[in-house]
T-cell receptor, first 113, second 113 residues
Framework: AQSVTQLDSHVSVSEGTPVLLRCNYSSSYSPSLFWYVQHPNKGLQLLLKYTSAATLVKGINGFEAEFKKSETSFHLTKPSAHMSDAAEYFC???????????FGTGTKLQVIP | SAVISQKPSRDICQRGTSLTIQCQVDSQVTMMFWYRQQPGQSLTLIATANQGSEATYESGFVIDKFPISRPNLTFSTLTVSNMSPEDSSIYLCSVVTGGETQYFGPGTRLLVL
């Protein structure tokens, strides 16, 4: 079985403070993990991906995520939030070469000026 | 990367009618997916549409309701048949490139009255 749990449906941070969006997964296979961002009324944009190379993955717009197999986690972080980061973020796990794709339920990030 | 376009971008339809959504990719891809994103929710996979084979539907989705065509490596259509208000949703086309990254189209916003 494969599943993704995004632990927070909403996260609110002040501009300039760190961002942490949490994602836990379960998979019977060696998974690939992704974070996507969806701005209001926009399509999904890939932020970063982990595919069994380096466990610390750097993405676009200053985001990064660390794959921790022992904790089955793939949390997304950013040192300093920007107003433009306000959006919904989805954690995604795939296995078997996209034979199985599972989306998390999403985390809405609010950035307060 | 892959650039994906969808037509129409949005539509308002009457119940009982059908709508065909087109997905065009700027490069040849083997793996193509159709997703649904209901208001305020995450993405749910409808079916996988690989060229050269019949579409594979996820649990809860059937070919009579969501027939799919995949005539070549750059194009696919999804039809939403005999629509009801419960079909109001965003429908997204997605592809996986050789780099094993999944890209998404901008979506088709469907409202059924």
């Amino acid at each position: 079985a494969q599943s993704v749990t995004q632990l927070d449906s909403h996260v609110s941070v002040s501009e300039g403070t760190p961002v942490l969006l949490r994602c836990n997964y379960s998979s019977s296979y060696s998974p690939s993990l992704f974070w996507y961002v969806q701005h209001p009324n926009k399509g999904l944009q890939l932020l970063l991906k982990y595919t069994s190379a380096a466990t610390l993955v750097k993405g676009i717009n200053g985001f990064e995520a660390e794959f921790k197999k022992s904790e089955t986690s793939f949390h997304l972080t950013k040192p300093s939030a920007h107003m433009s980061d306000a959006a919904e973020y989805f954690c995604v796990v795939t296995s078997g070469g996209y034979q199985k794709v599972t989306f998390g339920t999403g985390t809405k990030l609010q950035v307060i000026p | 990367s892959a650039v994906i376009s969808q037509k129409p971008s949005r539509d308002i339809c009457q119940r009982g009618t059908s709508l065909t959504i087109q997905c065009q990719v700027d490069s040849q891809v083997t793996m193509m997916f159709w997703y649904r994103q209901q208001p305020g929710q995450s993405l749910t996979l409808i079916a996988t549409a690989n060229q050269g084979s019949e579409a594979t539907y996820e649990s809860g989705f059937v070919i009579d309701k969501f027939p799919i065509s995949r005539p070549n490596l750059t194009f696919s259509t999804l039809t939403v048949s005999n629509m009801s208000p419960e079909d109001s949703s965003i429908y997204l086309c997605s592809v996986v490139t050789g780099g094993e990254t999944q890209y998404f189209g901008p979506g088709t916003r469907l409202l059924v009255l």
